[in-house]
């Protein structure tokens, strides 16, 4: 029983750091993207990223990929999750960044997880507790109040680009919330190689 719930506990530990990581990394982004923003197209910007990302990913995970035996109901929710995460939230993202500044985007993409715990008890995923609500409220006083507290003279819009960026994160929460199913059903890498090409490819054609 110890061993069991030892093994649990590593488990949410290496989960938070990771999560933890992925945070930072997705938090520079914001930085790099607002540099590039005023060089290059906002649609070029997001396929060139996460399309490149999926090659790179799909030449080195091509057979894994191959033998993987996806069923077509599951390939239609995945593409729909893939449009959300690699196409909405890049262009959105990228095009409120035209109009704010890196730091209130970053402290939108920062309430991430609170919207996905909404999205999550909203469809009854999770279940909703007094906890939950609470840290809900608590961080959205917390963010508005940020982002209404000084409004950085060099963003362009940024009420407007808040609005976009907000669009943006509530897209990628539904990949977040509706995507472990098919992550523990098909494993992390095949299910992102597909959903990255989905989403890239759908960006592309927007752009065209």
Do not use: H, W
């Not at 930085?31 to 290059?40: D, E, K, Q």
């Not at 990223?49 to 057979?63: H, N």
């Not at 008890?121 to 917390?142: R, S």
């Amino acid at each position: 029983m110890n061993i069991l719930k030892n093994k649990t506990t590593q488990i949410f530990i290496l989960g938070c750091i990771c999560s933890s990581f992925s945070a930072v990394l997705g938090g520079s982004t914001f930085v790099l993207t607002r540099l590039l923003i005023n060089s290059f197209d906002a649609l070029f910007i997001s396929y060139f990223r996460y399309g490149l990302t999926g090659l790179i990913f799909f030449s080195i995970f091509f057979l894994g990929f191959y033998r993987t035996k996806f069923e077509k109901i599951d390939l239609l929710f995945m593409s729909i999750i893939g449009i959300f995460m690699f196409a909405f939230f890049p262009i959105f993202m990228a095009l409120g960044l035209e109009m704010t500044t890196s730091s209130r985007a970053g402290l939108l993409y920062a309430s991430m997880p609170i919207v996905t715990i909404l999205i999550s008890c909203i469809f009854k995923v999770e279940v909703f507790t007094f906890n939950k609500f609470l840290a809900v409220i608590l961080a959205f006083t917390g963010v508005f109040y940020c982002l209404s507290n000084f409004i950085d003279p060099s963003a362009p819009n940024p009420i407007k680009g808040d609005i976009l960026m907000s669009i943006g994160v509530l897209s990628a929460s539904f990949f977040t919330v509706f995507s472990g199913k098919f992550l523990r059903k098909y494993g992390n890498i095949n299910v992102l190689i597909f959903t990255i090409i989905i989403g890239s490819f759908s960006t592309f054609i927007i752009s065209i």
